[in-house]
Every structure is written in C-alpha cells, then in structure tokens.
C-alpha cells in the first residue's frame, strides 16, 4: 500500500507555501495612498502581516512595476475586514508594456459583514509571461462608504519556465 501525508486545510489568511517572488528586490510599488501605521511592505513582504491601509476612504490603486520582466503563474491576495460591514471590489489587471496597455485578470466583488464573512482571500492560477506591471485597484465600498482600502497579504507564484 503506497500512501502519503497530505498537508491539513490551511487557516483563513494563512500563506500557503509556494514559491514566490522576492517583491522586495524584483519590483518597485506605487501606491495611491498609505496609511504610515500600515505600510504597504507589511502586506507584500515575508513575515510581515499588519497588512497596508490607504490613509483616506475612496478608490485606491497598488501597482507593481518590475525591473525586468517576470513569469506569474500564481496570484494569492488575501483581504480582512473585522469592523464594517460593506461590499468592495477589486480588479487585478497586468501589463507586458511597462503600464503602456493592461489586461484585466479578474473583477470581483465581496460583502464583508463582522457577523458573517470577514475574511475575503483569492488563490489565481494562472500562466503569464513577460509581466512588466501588475496593478491592484480596490473600490473598498462601492456605496461610498466611509472605510479605507486595506490589503492584507498578496502573494506571486513563480512557476516553472
């Protein structure tokens, strides 16, 4: 009898292993806005996990610019949202042009409810080649409400060439 061990279902938010791409010294970030207490590094670098906040309510935008073009194959985004009660949108778009053109990977929205579902997180397989810009932007209530865009985690899996 052949048999294995099969890793347990991961816990919400938790970062599933992988290999992935080293953002720190493969990418520069444009953001739209930070809140200083969560920077966006503590939502795109290993072992950090506050998570970044815009500093005001309203459409908010977080760009990846690579310095030399990459190979995704793997998009892990992970939103939480324990306090408000409210619908936000995202869309995943990347670029071969250096943010010349995009393409849009995938437009979705999601009711976070503090009785409910809290915890919003997205794993995209995928195979994209040659992404020199990867763009990240969050309507974090589409009724205009009051709350910042925050991002927890966001992951890119590198696949094999």
Do not use: C, Y
């Not at 970044?52 to 939480?80: D, M, N």
């Amino acid at each position: 009898m052949r048999k294995r061990i099969i890793p347990a279902k991961p816990e919400h938010g938790a970062i599933p292993e992988g290999d992935w791409l080293d953002l720190e010294n493969l990418a520069e970030v444009e953001i739209t806005s930070e809140d200083p207490k969560h920077p966006i590094e503590d939502a795109l670098l290993p072992g950090r996990t506050a998570g970044w906040r815009a500093a005001q309510p309203g459409e908010q935008t977080i760009r990846l610019v690579f310095q030399e073009p990459q190979r995704i194959s793997r998009i892990w985004l992970h939103f939480e949202e324990p306090h408000a009660q409210r619908t936000q949108q995202f869309v995943l778009r990347w670029s071969p042009d250096k943010g010349q053109s995009f393409r849009e990977i995938v437009r979705q929205q999601w009711n976070f409810s503090p009785e409910g579902s809290h915890e919003q997180t997205e794993n995209i397989e995928l195979s994209l080649t040659d992404v020199t810009t990867l763009e990240l932007t969050i309507i974090p209530d589409i009724s205009g409400g009051p709350t910042p865009a925050s991002l927890t985690q966001l992951r890119l899996g590198v696949g094999p060439r």
